[in-house]
T-cell receptor
């Protein structure tokens, strides 16, 4: 079974600085997707960024980028120029699109990292 | 609809009562997922629907939990004889098909007293 581990329960950053959130995962598959979701106090899970395992290039979305190390099974999220609105819980998630049948498309989540942004 | 809609937003119920939580996915989305999030914890998978069928019920924690989906759209998660450990946020999500991006609702916060 796939597992996702986020080893940092809490992180903090000063506004305008850069912070990196860690995520490791365990899988025997070669083709899969990885995601970072943001959950603010409103509870809405918002997709931040997505990485396909077959792509060597790291995904980037504006101030958000990832460092995807497939051999090491590591998928960290870097937030540049942090803003107060970035404060939230961040979840790393894994998805195997080829699980077939019963598990197709299911997301497996890490435990989350609470990010605090200081003005 | 524009997004995944869940109701009620908050529900307080007495131990032993039954509760129903509703999810209205994005129009046209065939895949629907229910997750549970206990206080300060990650998301625990409960059940997955493709259309009206549920190929994966592996996450339902006990036989007190059941879910159905009708017309390939609205889904209802039912918890019978609620217990205090059922207190959590129940999140629903949908995707156009199982391979596409999953979108979440804002959740239903259940408190069992």
């Amino acid at each position: 079974a796939q597992t996702v581990t986020q080893s940092q329960p809490e992180m903090s950053v000063q506004e305008a600085e850069t912070v990196t959130l860690s995520c490791t995962y365990d899988t025997s598959e070669s083709d899969y997707y990885l995601f970072w979701y943001k959950q603010p106090p409103s509870r809405q899970m918002i997709l931040v960024i997505r990485q396909e395992a077959y792509k060597q290039q790291n995904a980037t979305e504006n101030r958000f980028s990832v460092n995807f190390q497939k051999a090491a099974k590591s998928f960290s999220l870097k937030i540049s120029d942090s803003q107060l609105g970035d404060a939230a819980m961040y979840f790393c998630a894994y998805r195997n699109p080829n699980a077939g049948g019963t598990s197709y498309g299911k997301l497996t989540f890490g435990q989350g990292t609470i990010l605090t942004v200081h003005p | 609809g524009a997004g995944v809609s869940q109701s009620p937003s908050n529900k307080v119920t007495e131990k032993g009562k039954d509760v129903e939580l509703r999810c209205d996915p994005i129009s046209g989305h065939t895949a629907l997922y229910w997750y549970r999030q206990s206080l300060g914890q990650g998301l625990e998978f409960l059940i997955y629907f493709q259309g009206n069928s549920a190929p994966d019920k592996s996450g339902l924690p006990s036989d007190r939990f059941s879910a159905e989906r009708t017309g390939g759209s609205v889904s209802t998660l039912t918890i019978q004889r609620t217990q205090q450990e059922d207190s959590a946020v129940y999140l629903c999500a949908s995707s156009l098909n199982p391979g596409n991006t999953i979108y979440f609702g804002e959740g239903s916060w259940l408190t069992v007293v």
